[in-house]
């Protein structure tokens, strides 16, 4: 196996090169541009690792690998425009550089192009990937209404918030790493094994987000440290300050997520004082350690070599060590 950084370049080098010079330019040259704009690439580096877990060299896994990485950004050029977001990784979003329709069918085409992806491999395959990925797709799409729902609701349930971010962040981590699995030829069990680690770490980490958008450092962070709360958003954190507070901290925690006030530092610090006083800050930091320590004890059922289990709980370790 190798290192992240390994993988990492493998699948920036592929990607400089997947749609540069094709035609026409206003369809392409966005998806060239999204690509380009790199991020972690968490989920293809997941598919190349899986791949090599099984014992199969990692350069069979790449078409499936970026199938993940371009359906994954076709869901953020996607999402900018629903947000009305002008920014994406410190750079323009595709619908402000160019403009919404070219965002909207450039989107479409890498949606199209995510499937081409799977036609490397033979029929059997190609078959179950392509079915893992539709249930994935369509799940992605659940999640994302989902989200929007809640926005306009005051009674979302932990456990109705929980399936949200399962089926828009974790299923696709899950996806990423079963498809390496299936590139790989092992057996059933361990794809579905290595698809429920990858989940609980994705869920794991959507908590960790939730956590660090409040807490995080805001040098380190890459984003808004409060971001959420001047958004309003009903996240974990805020519905276990809900549920765990008294009814004074209770009315006052649902009036600040009520108003837009112009200058938001107040309304930042009296939410997380509230999030803190009431518990609902630990709360938060043990359900991501639980769904961490859940992930890990997918790796003890599975049938490879105990120096590959080491490797994938580093991995998640490192992940989830995130103290920004």
């Known amino acids: 196996m190798h290192s992240i950084s390994y993988y990492q370049e493998k699948m920036g080098n592929h990607f400089s090169q997947i749609v540069s010079n094709k035609e026409p330019k206003n369809l392409y040259e966005p998806i060239e541009y999204i690509l380009s704009l790199g991020g972690k690439r968490m989920r293809p580096v997941l598919t190349l690792m899986a791949s090599e877990v099984f014992n199969v060299d990692c350069e069979k896994a790449i078409p ?10 076709f869901s953020l050029i996607h999402d900018d425009i629903m947000d ?48 893992l990925f539709s249930k994935t797709a369509l799940e992605v799409c659940e999640g994302q209404q989902y989200d929007v729902d809640f ?44 698809y429920d680690f990858g989940l609980n770490l994705g869920i794991a980490f959507q908590l ?10 805001p040098e380190t962070f890459g984003k808004q440290v409060g971001g959420d709360i001047i958004e309003n958003k009903k996240t974990y954190l805020y519905l276990k300050a809900i549920e765990f507070s008294k009814a004074e901290e209770k009315q006052q925690l649902l ?70």
């Open 64 to 73: 499936a690998a970026t199938a993940v990485e371009v359906f994954h950004n």
């Open 84 to 131: 009305d977001a002008p920014l994406r990784r410190g750079n323009q979003t595709v619908h402000e550089k160019w403009d919404l329709n070219t965002g909207i069918l450039s989107g479409d085409a890498m949606l199209i192009l995510a499937y081409q992806f799977f036609e490397n491999y033979e029929p059997a395959t190609f078959q179950k990937l392509a079915k």
């Open 151 to 194: 926005e306009m609701r005051d009674d979302v349930t932990i456990p109705e918030y929980l399936k949200m971010i399962e089926y828009k962040t974790a299923v696709l981590v899950g996806a990423a790493m079963k498809m390496g699995a299936i590139v790989a030829k092992t057996s059933d069990e361990n794809a579905d094994l290595i």
């Open 208 to 217: 960790q987000d939730d956590y660090l958008d409040a807490f995080g450092n």
């Open 255 to 324: 009036h600040l997520f009520s108003i837009q006030p112009s200058e938001n530092t107040d309304k930042i610090e009296s939410v997380k004082s509230i999030f803190n006083a009431s518990g609902a800050s630990e709360a938060t930091k043990k359900a991501i350690q639980d769904y961490t320590f859940k992930a890990f004890e997918t790796l003890e059922k599975m049938n490879i070599e105990s120096e590959k289990k080491a490797i994938l709980k580093a991995f998640g370790e490192n992940l989830m060590g995130r103290n920004v």
